[in-house]
């Protein structure tokens, strides 16, 4: 009887790990299929990367960043110019966000983090290295890899998804929750605050209204000199405006003075999206956007100092070879568009080419310009969650 009963439990012993391992053999195949589907729901984001189709041959003016080109006769240029971005994609294989059990990875909840990161290097490249500056990847100008680090995937880096996701989870955002446009530009107006390298300060224009006498204090009265007698010194700005250009989709109204934008000096690009994902749109080309888009996964590593062919390699993991572009209609609604002045008289040009061509120029302008805050004007929000009812889309900026 006793027997009976042992053989008994071991054979339910035995069922049961056999059933166990299908089980996890199952799981695995589960995940294998997921990471296919993923894979090829990313071939699909980027399909528009094609070598002949990212800038079409066209007479109209392509425009990256404030610099025109003829498609026709500088199409290298072009396509160099934008490969100069820095691009920053989801990663995975990082350390675990706030340690312990956090996530390793960005993927399906860190595109609109992404695009701010892309804005922001875009910001420190002008002011370190200028406009005019190219990549190349045999390249190893410290002053690069000096910003490059900063935006590494790890909790020391002043920029990283890291403290991105922790700023946002002080301020009511838990990590791994989206963020909208506005939400990232409040996170980075924060973190820019710690880092004295880049002495850069960013101003959020809420209510549609940019106040010129608000973003002029801030610029000169965090670098005030001792000698009263003396000027102080402009702080290079970075200008972010969010703004909401329709209910459910954008109105054909504003489609020219967004344009414009991209044409502006001054310009940073858009940080938008179309419904449900979130890009970094950084020109135009007739009544097309074009864009960097962070949906790709990629392993997390180091530069440091590209000197190994590892290095190398993940250096160039940094950089898009192709661009991609959509009708400007396709865009979702809620937008933040930026501008970086490095120097006073960039935001005196700007302030003017604001009032010229956006406001004068349009039939509805994008936004307002004041010298002054008007008396009706609420005080200033610097609140995340305050601020993102009004300016950040109910749509959620991520995969779904």
Same mark, same amino acid.
């Given at each position: 009887m006793i027997k009976a009963e042992r053989n008994s439990i071991s054979y339910f012993r035995r069922l049961y790990l056999y059933f166990r391992q299908l089980c996890i053999k199952a799981m695995m195949a589960l995940l294998i299929l997921r990471e296919i589907m993923d894979c090829m729901f990313e071939a699909y984001l980027t399909d528009g990367n094609s070598e002949t189709d990212d800038i079409p041959l066209t007479?109209?003016?392509?425009?990256?960043? +404030?610099?025109?080109?003829?498609?026709?006769?500088?199409? =290298?240029? &072009?396509?160099?110019?934008?490969?100069?971005?820095l691009w920053f994609t989801y990663r995975r294989g990082f350390v675990p966000i706030g340690g312990g059990d956090g996530l390793t990875s960005d993927k399906g909840w860190g595109c609109m983090l992404r695009c701010g990161q892309m804005v922001l290097g875009q910001a420190l490249v002008i002011l370190h290295l200028g406009r005019d500056w190219?990549?190349?990847? %045999?390249?190893?100008?410290?002053?690069?890899?000096k910003i490059l680090k900063k935006f590494?995937?790890?909790?020391?880096?002043?920029?990283?998804?890291?403290?991105i996701a922790l700023m +946002?989870?002080?301020?009511?955002?838990?990590? +791994? !929750?989206?963020?909208?446009?506005?939400?990232?530009?409040?996170?980075?107006?924060?973190?820019?605050?710690?880092?004295?390298?880049?002495?850069?300060? &960013?101003?959020?224009?809420? @209510?549609?209204?940019?106040?010129?006498? @608000?973003?002029? /204090?801030?610029?000169?009265a965090e670098n005030s000199p001792s000698n009263t007698s003396m000027r102080p010194q402009w702080k290079p700005l970075l200008l972010v405006v969010p703004l909401r250009l329709g209910? #459910?989709? &954008? #109105?054909?109204?504003?489609?020219? +003075?967004?344009?414009?934008?991209?044409?502006?000096?001054?310009?940073?690009?858009v940080i938008g999206g179309k419904?449900?994902?979130?890009?970094?749109?950084?020109?135009?080309?007739?009544?097309?956007? %074009?864009?960097? @888009?962070?949906?790709? =996964?990629?392993? =997390? *590593?180091?530069?440091? *100092?590209?000197?190994?062919?590892? !290095?190398?390699?993940?250096?160039? =993991?940094?950089?898009?070879?192709?661009?991609?572009? %959509? #009708?400007?209609?396709?865009?979702?609604?809620?937008?933040a568009v930026c501008f970086f002045c490095e120097q006073e008289r960039d935001f005196d040009d700007l302030c003017q080419l604001i009032r010229d061509k956006l406001i004068a120029d349009e039939k509805q302008a994008l936004f307002e310009i004041c010298n002054e805050r008007p008396e009706q004007y609420s005080p200033s929000v610097d609140c995340i969650d305050c601020s993102?009812?009004?300016? @950040?889309? /109910?749509? /959620?900026?991520?995969?779904l």
């Open positions: 007479k109209e003016p392509v425009y990256i960043l +404030g610099i025109k080109y003829d498609a026709n006769k500088e199409l =290298t240029m &072009i396509r160099q110019d934008i490969q100069s971005r190219l990549w190349d990847a %045999i390249s190893r100008d410290p002053v690069y890899l590494e995937d790890n909790r020391h880096a002043p920029y990283s998804i890291h403290q +946002g989870a002080s301020e009511g955002k838990e990590v +791994g !929750q989206w963020f909208g446009p506005n939400t990232i530009a409040q996170v980075l107006k924060r973190l820019v605050k710690f880092d004295s390298w880049n002495s850069l300060v &960013i101003h959020v224009a809420l @209510d549609n209204t940019m106040i010129v006498n @608000d973003i002029r /204090e801030l610029c000169f209910l #459910n989709e &954008i #109105n054909p109204i504003y489609i020219s +003075g967004l344009k414009k934008c991209f044409k502006f000096p001054q310009s940073l690009g419904p449900n994902l979130a890009l970094y749109f950084i020109g135009c080309v007739g009544d097309e956007v %074009i864009y960097l @888009d962070p949906h790709t =996964t990629q392993r =997390t *590593g180091c530069v440091e *100092g590209k000197e190994n062919e590892e !290095q190398v390699e993940m250096d160039s =993991t940094y950089h898009c070879k192709r661009a991609s572009r %959509i #009708n400007i209609l396709q865009m979702d609604p809620s937008v993102d009812r009004l300016c @950040d889309s /109910e749509n /959620e900026f991520e995969i």
